[in-house]
């Protein structure tokens, strides 16, 4: 058969099998259909970082989005339900609080793809979990804190002591340690997610039992150290455009990685129920040290140069930083 010949042939098997509606070539062009239920605000940082990614994957077109913020733990099973009975192919969130709930729906709904923020394992067959596995810019961070404190005394803020904040303060300890063998720490834990007013009168007592150096894992303790002076360390997102002076680097989180393999494997029919945390590593793209930005000039030479070291150690597999989820304890007198 001639070329021009096979190719119009061709042609018309393909508009032949769209007119048809060929599954395959349907599913391919279709939006796949995603939602998310969130127990905090979407300004909440954690939250702020997957309702980011889940946007730009709509902004690229590849998924119709929906979401809810601010679902009180009660109502999050009757949500989630019926976000999955309104035929949302991808179901998002986080469920710390409401575990057996948010599982009990994945069951019922076992053809629907379920990415849940948690401390549990996978479900088989449709229940995937992630956590934000930061550990590594965490302890960059806390390099930089360890060179910068004046009085050798840190002051941490966290939600609650669970595997996932305690992972990161713990590296964020190790590595300030490391350039400032002489530092101390100041623990607490306000047992909220959000909670700005609670984590800055934390903050404040810290600062004037002489921390000059602020962990900032929760909302608040930013505006503190900003108030009095003082340093901040950044979690998750970069707030240093809010806080030139105070905020001198950041651990980020980036979740565009799992959620773009999420939305990959739903598309293709290939979604399992499985531990998506590596994906938050530094290897994957999944995190970051932040630039230090208005700091640049301010983070002695030689803390800059330990940091890129570090960081170059861990890219190329060199160094691992260890995973530590046992709640960490103060160590100042």
């Known amino acids: 058969m001639p070329p021009r010949r096979r190719l119009i042939v ?47 994957a709509e902004a690229r077109g590849e998924i119709e989005y929906k979401a809810t913020e601010n ?40 053809k629907t793809a379920f990415l849940m923020g948690s401390s549990l394992k ?23 804190a360890g060179g910068m404190t004046k009085t050798n005394r840190i002051g941490m803020v966290g939600g609650f002591p669970i595997p996932e904040v305690n992972r990161l303060m713990n ?19 306000i047992n909220s997610w959000f909670d700005p007013p609670k984590a800055k009168e934390a903050a404040f007592a810290m600062i004037d039992k002489g921390a000059d150096v602020m962990y900032a894992e929760r909302f608040g303790v930013s505006d503190a150290a900003k108030e009095k002076g003082k340093l901040a360390i950044g979690n998750v997102i970069d707030t240093q455009d809010k806080y030139p002076d105070t905020v001198v680097a950041s651990a980020l989180w980036n979740f565009e990685p799992s959620a773009n393999r999420a939305i990959k494997l739903v598309k293709e029919g290939k979604f399992v129920a499985e531990d998506y945390g590596p994906y938050s590593m530094m290897k994957h ?20 140069a330990k940091v890129k070291a570090k960081e170059a150690d861990i890219l190329a597999g060199k160094f691992t930083v260890k995973v530590d989820d046992s709640q960490p304890k103060s160590t100042a007198k």
């Open 171 to 189: 590296a964020f300890m190790a590595g300030a340690k490391e350039t400032n063998p002489k530092v101390e720490f100041s623990v607490s834990f």
């Open 10 to 56: 061709r042609s018309i098997a393909l508009a032949a099998a769209l007119a048809g509606g060929a599954p395959g070539l349907a599913f391919a062009q279709a939006k796949l259909k995603v939602a998310a239920v969130y127990t905090v605000p979407f300004e909440q940082q954690w939250v702020g970082r997957i309702h980011k990614a889940l946007k730009a």
């Open 71 to 110: 679902v009180a733990n009660a109502d999050y099973e009757r949500v989630m339900r019926e976000y999955a009975q309104a035929g949302n192919q991808l179901i998002l969130g986080e469920v710390f609080g409401v575990e057996a709930a948010a599982r009990k729906v994945a069951k019922d709904f076992p």
């Open 285 to 304: 793209k999944g995190s970051e040290l932040a630039p230090l930005g208005t700091f640049e000039k301010k983070v002695p030479p030689e803390i800059v």
């Open 122 to 144: 996978p479900q088989a067959p449709n229940f995937s979990v992630f956590d934000n596995y930061i550990q590594e810019p965490a302890y960059l961070s806390g390099m930089v």
